[in-house]
């Protein structure tokens, strides 16, 4: 199989699985009872290079563009190591643990020593994930930004509405980083929406994801809340994504960008977040 296209996949049986790709440790396929959760536009490019369009990008060490290297980091462009093989747990879960430390690589952009694990668990309507950041350094502190860019399916994104985003302050990218107050008690996307919610409810609904449902977003150490969608004339700015795609996703993101985490030498930073079909 070649490298760009290997795949873990778990699954839980009944037709609820989830395929992980190795090029960035993305979540390319989320089924729950055989439907689809998740958004990979067509367009999407599986050459081993680039990141992958939808599913569940992982952000890290930076989000946005960046001086040093890639947009959005370098962590969703490199290949990860399974720490970890999918296994069934005695709920009947399945597990699987992912990982990836400092390489030269990763160190001609950002040069400290770090170690990552991302630790998913495939539940019968939920899917867990866990991160664990590590600074081994016995010096140095460093920052960074993390975030799990998640890409929703849904059939009309003016029909979904978001919950927990009440009273909170938001950057609103699409007017020069401006800084706004959120008044309303659920937020739509009916325009070009670029915006990130700072110290957000530690829960989201989503309205109307696939086939109508529910979708709630549980989330730890996340403070922040990335809502994104490309309306059409963004999308015809983005090579691998379809002009006519914007209507089927969401982007409802878990992150800590909009200040950075500072890691002491020697200790650990975890977040996790849970989604959950209802």
């Not at 067509?42 to 680039?50: N, P, S, T």
């Amino acid at each position: 199989m070649a490298a760009a296209t290997s795949v873990v996949v778990l699954d839980r049986g009944n037709n609820t699985t989830c395929t992980i790709n190795l090029h960035g440790a993305t979540v390319v396929s989320w089924r729950v009872n055989n439907q689809e959760q998740l958004f990979v536009s067509k367009q999407a490019v599986f050459d081993g290079k680039k990141a992958i369009r939808g599913g569940i990008p992982f952000v890290f060490p930076h989000f946005g563009a960046w001086t040093f290297g890639p947009g959005h980091g370098f962590a969703r462009i490199m290949r990860w190591n399974v720490e970890k093989a999918p296994e069934r747990m005695p709920s009947g879960d399945v597990e699987a643990i992912f990982s990836i430390m400092d390489n030269e690589f990763t160190r001609s952009m950002w040069n400290y020593p770090f170690r990552l694990t991302y630790r998913l668990i495939l539940r019968e309507k939920e899917l867990h994930f866990n991160i664990g950041v590590y600074n081994p350094s016995k010096e140095h502190t460093f920052s960074f930004n993390l975030l799990l860019h998640t890409y929703f399916k849904v059939p009309d994104v003016r029909r979904c509405q978001i919950t927990g985003l009440h009273g909170c302050t938001f950057i609103d990218k699409t007017r020069d980083n401006q800084i706004f107050q959120e008044g309303l008690d659920v937020v739509t996307v009916r325009e070009w929406t670029d915006r990130i919610y700072q110290n957000t409810q530690p829960e989201h609904i989503i309205t109307n994801v696939v086939s109508g449902r529910k979708m709630r977003v549980q989330k730890y150490n996340f403070p922040d809340t990335v809502i994104w969608n490309p309306w059409q004339e963004k999308a015809r700015d983005i090579p691998d994504f379809g002009d006519d795609e914007f209507p089927n996703m969401i982007c409802v993101e878990s992150g800590h960008v909009s200040s950075p985490v500072m890691l002491l030498p020697g200790t650990a930073f975890e977040a996790s977040q849970i989604l959950q079909v209802m």
